[in-house]
């Protein structure tokens, strides 16, 4: 295979140039990090899994009309995807109270919010991503008012879907982050779901007895970090095809 371009890489994933004009590969690493990249480690499999759970999110979110910047499969660890101008906002939505909304207002964890609460982050690692309103991201022309209101519809959109689709196999959708893109088409721009949609960047708990199934098993040193990635995507159907044994996959070329 010819050695390809790599274009970007981040804590969970690397960027590499896609085989089209407009299009890139997504490798979805084994590496976690957590409180901006002061806890690092790895988490065997969950490149794999994390793949796999994002295609099938992602792709459910299109049939019911979301855009995303997802294209298809290509292995166990890489999925073919359109390159996107990346808005440079974490959009979270929270449902029930946990993590930094916690902490900052003291609400315990686990409390149902009255509704869904969206926030803004700016994506700037060296400021450690802080909180921004609308207003900042507007002022700053991060995006435009038409942008965010697209990005709100949107947001809200893939809430009601993820929170009913999750609930159906037994979880709770307590809070997510989401980023978003501008797609160029000719003249025409649209605004698509990007990144990836994983335990990595939800919150998922067992709707019965509320054990954490994400990414604080990592952070809070919980334990049993791999096997909950695993049921995840196993309650999702969508376990790998050659099961656990081989969720190390094909190491990528580079
Ligand atoms: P928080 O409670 O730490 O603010 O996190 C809210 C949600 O956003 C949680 O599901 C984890 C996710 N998240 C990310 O994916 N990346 C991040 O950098 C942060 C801070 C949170």
């Not at 981040?10 to 590496?31: C, H, M, R």
């Not at 450690?128 to 609308?134: K, L, R, W």
């Not at 044994?245 to 070329?253: F, H, I, Q, V, Y």
Request: glycine letters at 8%; aromatic letters at 8%; a neutral charge.
């Amino acid at each position: 295979m010819a050695r390809r371009r790599q274009l970007y890489e981040g804590k969970a994933k690397i960027l590499f140039e896609g085989p089209e004009p407009g299009t890139l590969v997504q490798y979805f690493k084994d590496d976690a990090s957590a409180f901006n990249a002061q806890k690092k480690g790895t988490i065997t499999g969950k490149g794999v899994l994390n793949n796999r759970i994002s295609e099938y999110l992602m792709l459910r979110l299109g049939e019911i009309g979301v855009p995303t910047h997802f294209v298809r499969r290509l292995n166990m660890r890489e999925q073919l995807i359109r390159e996107v101008e990346i808005i440079p906002i974490d959009v979270v939505v929270r449902n029930i109270a946990a993590g930094s909304l916690s902490k900052r207002l003291g609400i315990p964890e686990g409390t149902r919010l009255p509704r869904s609460i969206i926030e803004y982050y700016y994506k700037n690692d060296a400021l450690q991503n802080p909180m921004v309103a609308e207003e900042h991201i507007t002022a700053f022309g991060w995006a435009h008012p038409q942008d965010m209101d697209d990005i709100v519809a949107l947001t809200l959109r893939i809430n009601d879907f993820l929170t009913g689709l999750f609930l159906g196999v037994g979880i709770s959708l307590v809070d997510f982050k989401i980023e978003f893109g501008r797609l160029y088409d000719n003249d025409d721009m649209r605004i698509v779901l990007a990144d990836e949609l994983s335990p990595d960047n939800c919150r998922l708990w067992d709707s019965k007895t509320n054990e954490k199934m994400d990414k604080d098993r990592f952070r809070r040193d919980l334990g049993r970090v791999e096997e909950a990635y695993q049921e995840v995507a196993r309650r999702l159907g969508i376990l790998p095809e050659a099961g656990m044994r081989d969720l190390k996959g094909p190491e990528t070329m580079q």
